[in-house]
């Protein structure tokens, strides 16, 4: 997700930090531009664009093969990619749930032998404040919830997904120096709102030019969490631009995050 947005703010100062940095987008077109926009005002050349679509389980499969095959190293996974609208994935999942949670959940776990071959080395999963309303029911995973909010219920279903993912990938990497954080970027004015119902974007869009934040101040607790040294005692932690945070007591339920895992696990077909 790094073609726009938070994503793309937070790739920006990973190149001028000196990274060799993928951006896994899409749209070609715009991850090209977005790469090609970054190489140029940072002078590094080490950024590249690679396809992926998360709303597929098959191009994240072709992604991380492809990655595997061409790059020998990664030390820093940046799950960044959203989405609020509503709809169904050709697997057959509502749609944020799958692009939010299901497809991260599915590449972070077939690149989680490479991040420990190079450890020390950090997952970021970026979620949000959203998860406090989050209701997830592990017989009904990626089924889109029922009722008049049902795409922002589940836009929140996905948000808490990615809070536990956190939670439960560091209690699972204990010892292998493969640490995870959850972040909550604020609410930043970024692209995420196109997909908000066409009656409430009058209400919305205005708000979020007055009162959001920025997608490069977005990024700050980002990058925060992907390079500030001495965080790995704090693995599995849900950040906010304060520092780390306690998530809402959905977000801090092992019972629920091991279960989000395995039926993740079953979903994807791991």
Known sequence: GGSSGIGAATALELARCGARVILATRSARRGEAAASRIRRETGNNEVLFMHLDLASLRSVRAFASTFLRQEPHLHLLINNAGVSA???????FS???QVNHLGHFLLTQLLLE???SCAPSRVVIVASSAHCAGRLRPESLGRPPSGLFSTFQDYCDSKLANVLHARELATREQGTQVTCYAVHPG????SLFRHAPLWLKPLLLPLAWLLFLDASEGARVVLD???QEGLEPLSGRYFTDCGPRLPWPAGR???LARALWEGSERLVGL
């Open 253 to 255: 339920d092992d019972r």
């Open 86 to 92: 509503g709809g169904t994935t050709e697997d057959g």
């Open 114 to 116: 490479r991040l420990r």
């Open 225 to 227: 969490c992907a390079t």
């Open 95 to 97: 749609l944020p749930f």
């Open 187 to 190: 609410f930043v004015n970024t």
